[in-house]
């Protein structure tokens, strides 16, 4: 039975795509103007030029998309995707990386032009598969807006639209090639353009967040995909499949499609050293915009592919006021400065231990230079002041550099920083992480600092506790950082009185 709510969510869907659909024809025939007295002779030479080089092609087919130059990484895929006929390619790029706009001017460039450096066979099936019927119309739309309205690729290539065959989930060229969209789980059976098979499969978000959170239901999906649409293929004809998506989950169609693949590519927004990986489009200044608009959580899954079960050892965090320092029995700031690491974030913390528990009073985490780390021990004396405190770093990054820097600093503000190296040898993080701190935790024992709740570094502090788990790839700099501290504070409750002055006079210094 059909009820009012599903006729309005329908309408809905329609009206949407429509007006996306006229947004796109806008933009096509805005950006796609041609010169109509160009030569025949001129325009055969120009088109002959292009097509041998096809990033040349897509800069005068479509101005639109290709607006900034292309990464090392876009390029290298197309390489593969033109001169393999049989392949078979996961792609896990980053949101604005343009995976889905790439993969287009891919398939429209090997059913117009043809495959391989002698062009002997043009793709004649493509079929695009999303989660629903209606993103994948969504996704459809580009193709046929371009193959209906751009003027360049009419001038070129001839009239592609078809009468009778010219819908938006089904469409058929005047020279012969199907492209189809299909939703996860309809059926595909017989798709036959004449003769041919579907040659170009191109599988676009088939994952969803609710279904991942079903491993039956991925594992039906998987069936499908496996058996029903790449079924649909010829045995004999070579075949392109392409998986555009991130990894949204540990297990997702995706990630399952890794396992098959000639070839996969994970590109994240930023690469191993923090930069971006296409500045030509991504500045780091948008990125860092755009990243403190998400939760850290969000930001990895969207950004990095790499998807975090939060609370799973840590729930959630407690707050609390924080105590006078002359209150605490013991205070230390502990740094885990991540030098092996340039995308890891520095971490320095403020943690006081008062009666049975630990007050994380001040936390610094940023992805950082290690001058600006050494500002963070100023400010922390600042606010200790005459309280005793010990400073302590990993006795492994006590290196020459650093200490070069924490001593140029001394010599500059006139105070230098009265850290020691830890030289513990530490066993697993999560293990160290997970038997001292989530018991304290559980127990009401540990407290993050209610005046410091909205503080950037503190947020990040109580993110990174709560996407923290046993082999996730989540930052833990911070958590890593505070099970140094109060390590460090149980380990010394066993010093006498007279230590303790002596570590206060030494502390408090003027000289230092």
């Known amino acids: 039975m059909i009820n009012a709510a599903m006729v309005f969510k329908v309408e809905k869907t329609e009206k949407q795509l429509l007006n996306k659909w006229n947004e796109l024809v806008k933009e096509v025939l805005d950006t796609t103007a041609t010169n109509s007295d160009e030569p025949e002779a001129e325009r055969k030479e120009r088109k002959k030029r292009l097509e041998a080089e096809p990033e040349e092609w897509f ?105 009778g065959n010219w819908q938006m989930a089904e469409f058929i060229t005047q020279h012969g090639v199907a492209f189809r969209a299909l939703g996860a789980g309809q059926s595909p059976r ?19 967040d609710a279904d991942c959170l079903n491993p039956e239901l991925i594992a039906k999906k998987w069936r499908w995909i496996e058996e029903a649409a790449i079924g649909t293929r010829s045995i004999s004809a070579p075949t392109t499949i392409i998986f555009c998506g991130n990894r949204i989950s540990a297990d997702c169609c995706i990630e399952r499609a890794t396992r098959l693949a000639d070839h996969v590519e994970e590109i994240n927004i930023r690469d191993a050293a923090g930069r971006s990986t296409w ?47 002359s209150e605490y ?33 001040k936390c610094y985490l940023e992805q950082t230079t290690t001058a600006e780390m050494i500002q963070w021990f100023y400010h922390i004396m600042d606010l200790v002041s005459n309280a005793a405190c010990y400073y302590l770093m ?30 513990r040898k530490k066993p697993d993080k999560f293990m160290r992480i997970e038997t001292l701190l989530e018991p304290l935790n559980r127990n009401g024992q540990l407290y993050l600092n209610e005046q410091e709740r909205h503080n950037p570094h503190m947020e990040r502090l109580a993110e990174q506790f709560k996407t923290f788990a046993p082999g996730s790839h989540a930052h833990d700099d911070g958590p890593d950082a505070v099970e140094g501290a109060i390590w460090a504070i149980n380990t010394r409750q066993g010093l006498k009185e007279t230590e303790v002055k002596s570590f206060r006079r030494v502390a408090n210094d003027k000289r230092y």
């Open 59 to 163: 800069k005068y087919y479509f101005p639109a998309y290709t607006f900034a130059q292309p990464a090392a990484f876009h390029i290298e895929a197309t390489k593969r995707v033109l001169e393999n006929k049989e392949w078979y390619e996961v792609r896990m790029w980053s949101r604005e990386l343009a995976k889905s706009t790439r993969t287009m001017m891919e398939v429209l460039y090997l059913t117009l032009v043809g495959h391989g450096a002698k062009r002997r066979r043009r793709k004649r099936y493509v079929m695009l598969i999303s989660n629903s019927l209606d993103n994948a119309i969504r996704l459809l739309l580009p193709y046929k807006a371009n193959l209906e309205y751009n003027k360049r690729i009419i001038q070129d290539y001839g009239k592609q639209e078809s009468a």
């Open 190 to 208: 017989g798709a036959r353009n004449e003769e041919v098979r579907p040659d170009i499969l191109l599988f676009d978000d088939v994952d969803t």
């Open 279 to 325: 500045p030509e489009k991504n500045s780091e200044v948008d990125i860092d915009r755009v990243l403190t608009q998400k939760s850290y959580a969000a930001a990895q899954k969207e950004y990095f592919n790499n998807p975090l079960t939060e609370g799973s050892v840590f729930k959630q965090m407690a707050y609390k006021p924080v105590r006078q320092m």
């Open 329 to 361: 029995q013991f205070l230390v700031c502990y740094t885990d400065p991540s030098y092996k690491d340039t995308n890891d974030y520095k971490a320095t913390v403020l943690v006081g231990k008062w009666q049975d528990e630990f007050h994380i009073i």
């Open 394 to 423: 990993e006795e492994v990054f006590m290196q020459d550099v650093i200490v070069k820097e924490v001593s140029d600093a001394g010599k500059k503000y006139g105070r230098v920083i009265p850290i020691r190296g830890d030289t």
